[in-house]
């Protein structure tokens, strides 16, 4: 099988773009708060399941790259597909909502509206999957680590909420 240098373009940009996403959104919060998220997220108090703080950039450049992934085998099968437009359309929110938490909690210190963001991400994020599941079952079981993730954070964000009020 040979794969073209258009395709390998394709690929690439497909995992660019969520690290790029994540990467803007980080710096977007650190200039808001003023503190770099390690700073910030090291002087809250933080309930006893809650990670260090050198864990969440290689989890999340781990889930970014998943996500690459999983919608460059979207892209894949089609564009003038109405169904693969769809899922993308979901996928492209869910990294709407996915940029905007890491501003409202660390940037914006709004540890509820970030909560709230974290529950639409996981509807989002589901919906996604199943459209997903629709075109190619890969991509979406690739994306079961994030909807993961993204529950423990659910998780971490209510207790950090109500601890730190």
Not at 72 to 83: A, N, Q, V
Not at 86 to 105: M, P, R
Not at 114 to 140: G, Q
Request: glycine content about 4%; overall charge positive; charged content about 10%.
């Amino acid at each position: 099988m040979i794969i073209s240098i258009k395709e390998i373009r394709n690929f690439i940009i497909s995992i660019l773009i969520p690290l790029i996403i994540g990467y803007l959104s980080n710096i977007l919060a650190n200039l808001l708060s003023g503190l770099s998220i390690s700073t910030y997220y090291s002087q809250l108090i933080k309930p006893s399941f809650a990670p260090p703080g050198i864990i969440f950039p290689i989890v999340w450049t781990i889930l970014y790259v998943l996500m690459g992934i999983s919608s460059y085998i979207i892209f894949k099968k089609g564009f003038d597909l109405s169904k693969v437009k769809d899922a993308i359309f979901y996928y492209c929110l869910q990294l709407a909502l996915n940029f905007t938490w890491s501003i409202l909690f660390f940037g914006l210190d709004l540890r509820f509206t970030a909560l709230i963001t974290l529950i639409l991400l996981i509807i989002i994020v589901l919906i996604m999957m199943y459209k997903f599941s629709k075109i190619d079952k890969k991509a979406m079981y690739i994306n079961i680590p994030y909807l993961i993730w993204l529950v423990y954070a659910l998780f971490l964000n209510y207790f950090i909420w109500i601890i730190n009020r």
